[in-house]
DNA sequence: TGAAATGTTGGGGCG
DNA sequence: ACGCCCCAACATTTC
C-alpha cells in the first residue's frame, strides 16, 4: 500500500519520525512538501526562518536521496489542493503527519482530514512535535496550566517522555510524482543578507545531530553558564527544534543520557518549549490577541521611530543594542538578552508587544510562533506565568551581571570596544570617545516610573 | 527568569 | 577600653 508521509516544516528529519515510520510500515512512501505561498491563514514565514526552511528542505531531500528515495516539492492555493493531487497520481491510500500547534494549521488539519476521508484516504497525525502531546497535561481543575512550574511538575510526574523510534527502511517507489524545483518556492532572500547566517548555522538533520551531540557534552554546565550571553553556555538547539531537524525528545534522552539529573535545568527548558505549545493549542487566539484580557486597555505608544531604533539596535544601550544587532546578524539572540530586549520595547518605550513579536518573527532563525508568543507575553506581563507588572529589567544592571567583561557588547557594538569595562557598560559617561554611538534614547529610570503608572492605571 | 528603597547587622577606624 | 560612626554586605519590603 502507497501513502504520502506529509512534511510540514516542523518534523524535517529521518529519525524520530512517527509518520514516516507508519508509512514505511505499510509499504513504499511519498516524502512530500507542500508550499503555500499565502500559507493557508498562517502568519507568513519570515525571512531568516525561511532561508533556514530552503536549506533544510535541501538537505532533506539530499538525505532521503541516499536511500533511494525522495522529497516531492508542490506549490498550491491550498494544502488540501495538493495533498489530493499527490493521492490521486500516486494511488496513495494513506496520508500520515505529524500534529501542530498554531491555529491556522490546526485549521488546515480539520479541512485535510474531511477531505481526504471523503475520498476514502486514511489520515493519521502523529503528536510528536512536544515532549508530551498537547492537551494531555491538565490541573486538577480540568483546565490548561497557565502557569509554568505546576505544568513542568506535571510533566515530570507522567515520567519520561516517550523513547525515539528508529528511522524506516524505506521501500522503493516503483514511480515518482513530479516534482518543482526548490529555488521556485522563492524561499532565498533576493538581496543575499544571508552571510551572516551561513556562517553560523547549518540547517538540517546532520547539523542538528551534530550540535545535539556537542552540547550533550557540556550539557552538566548548563546551570551555571546558561545567563552569560559572552559564553557559549546554551545549546543553540533553537532553529533545529524549531523545523524538528531535531525532535524534542530526542533532546530530552540525549541530554539525560549524557548528564543524568545534571541535565534537569536544561530539560526544564525544553519543558519551556512544550509548555509554548500547550499554550497556543489552548488559547489559539494569543498570537495576537493578550491572554489576560485586561491588557486590552494598557496605553501602548505608537512612534515608528522608537521602533526602528530598537529594531535596529540603536537605542544607546549596550546589551539592548548588541542584542538586537546579535539578531540582525546571526538570526538569534541569547535567551537572556531576549528578556531585556523585550522589556525594554515593552517597558521603557512602551511599545506594543505584537511590534516585538512581528520583528522576532522576521529576524529570528527559530521564529516559531507557540514560543515567539509566550515569550512576548511573558515579558509583557499579559500572558502565561506573566512577569509581574512592576518587574522591569534595568539593561545595565543586566549586563553588569550577566555580561561581567562586556566581552558580549564589545563583540556586537564595535563603536564601544574601546571603553574599559566600567564604561562599555555605561558609555553615556564617556560618550565623546565612542564614534557614532547614539546617547540613551530614553533616561531608564524615569521610563520605568512611566511604564509602573500605565500600569497602575490599567489596573484600576 | 527584577530592581530600588528601606532596614539590619557587624567589622573596623578613630577619638 | 569604649562608644560612635561609616559603610559594605546582606535581608526585607515595596513597586
Known amino acids: 500500500m502507497i501513502s504520502v508521509v506529509w512534511f510540514r516544516g516542523h518534523d524535517l528529519r529521518l529519525t524520530d519520525n512517527e509518520a514516516l515510520c ?38 532533506l531531500d539530499v538525505q532521503l536521496r541516499t536511500r533511494g528515495s525522495r522529497l516531492i516539492l508542490r506549490t498550491a492555493e491550498h ?7 499527490v493521492v490521486r497520481e500516486t494511488g496513495a491510500q494513506a496520508v500520515f503527519s505529524h500534529r501542530r500547534s498554531e491555529p491556522a494549521a490546526t485549521a488546515v488539519e480539520a479541512t485535510v482530514a ?3 476521508t471523503d475520498h476514502g484516504v486514511q489520515f493519521v497525525l502523529s503528536d510528536a512535535h512536544t515532549l508530551v502531546p498537547m492537551g494531555a497535561l491538565r490541573t486538577g481543575a480540568g483546565t490548561p496550566y497557565r502557569v509554568f512550574t505546576p505544568f513542568w511538575r506535571s510533566l515530570l510526574a507522567r515520567g519520561e517522555p516517550d523513547e525515539p523510534v528508529a528511522e524506516p527502511q524505506l521501500p522503493p517507489v516503483a514511480q515518482w510524482p513530479t516534482s518543482q524545483p526548490l529555488a521556485e518556492l522563492a524561499l532565498q532572500p533576493k538581496v543575499d543578507w544571508a552571510i551572516g547566517l551561513r556562517e553560523r548555522w547549518q540547517p538540517g538533520e546532520e547539523g542538528a545531530t551534530q550540535a545535539l551531540r556537542s552540547f550533550c557534552a557540556a550539557v552538566g554546565d548548563y546551570e551555571e553558564q546558561r545567563n ?8 543553540s538547539l533553537s532553529p533545529h527544534l524549531r523545523f524538528g531537524e531535531l525532535s524534542a525528545r530526542q533532546a530530552w534522552h540525549a541530554g539525560r543520557g549524557a548528564a543524568g539529573s545534571r541535565a534537569e535545568p536544561w530539560l526544564r527548558q525544553l519543558a519551556w518549549r512544550d509548555f509554548g505549545h500547550h499554550l497556543l493549542h489552548a488559547y489559539p487566539h494569543t498570537a495576537e490577541q493578550p491572554l489576560r484580557p485586561e491588557f486590552a486597555a494598557f496605553p501602548w505608544r505608537h512612534d515608528r521611530m522608537a521602533l526602528r531604533r530598537w529594531q535596529r539596535g540603536q537605542t544607546g544601550y549596550p546589551l539592548v543594542d548588541a542584542g538586537m544587532r546579535q539578531l540582525w546578524h546571526t538570526g538569534w539572540m541569547h535567551n537572556r538578552v531576549r528578556m531585556v530586549v523585550a522589556s525594554f520595547l515593552v517597558k521603557d518605550l512602551m511599545l ?24 512576548w507575553q511573558w515579558a509583557a506581563g499579559c500572558g502565561a506565568d506573566a512577569a509581574p507588572y512592576f518587574r522591569v529589567f534595568n539593561p545595565t544592571t543586566q549586563s553588569v551581571k550577566f555580561d561581567p567583561q562586556a566581552e558580549y557588547i564589545r563583540r556586537w557594538v564595535p563603536s564601544l570596544s574601546a571603553l574599559p569595562v566600567r564604561e562599555a557598560h555605561r558609555p553615556w559617561k564617556a560618550i565623546e570617545e565612542c564614534v557614532g554611538y547614539p546617547e540613551p534614547m530614553v533616561d531608564h529610570a524615569e521610563a520605568r516610573r512611566t511604564a509602573l503608572a500605565a500600569y497602575n492605571g490599567m489596573r484600576t
Not at 512538501?33 to 528542505?57: I, R
Not at 494544502?79 to 493531487?85: C, S
Open 79 to 85: 494544502t488540501v489542493d495538493a495533498l489530493l493531487a
Open 228 to 235: 552569560r550571553p559572552d559564553l557559549e553556555g546554551t545549546s
Open 352 to 375: 506594543p508587544w505584537q511590534e516585538g513579536a512581528r520583528w522576532f518573527w522576521d529576524t529570528l532563525v527559530d521564529a516559531d510562533l507557540a514560543n515567539n508568543t509566550l515569550g
Open 22 to 59: 507508519a508509512g514505511a510500515e505499510l509499504g513504499p512512501v511519498i516524502p512530500l512538501y507542500v508550499h503555500v505561498p499565502a500559507d493557508d491563514g498562517a502568519w507568513p514565514l519570515g525571512g531568516a526562518a525561511a532561508w533556514w526552511l530552503q536549506q533544510s528542505l535541501g538537505d
Open 114 to 116: 474531511r477531505m481526504l
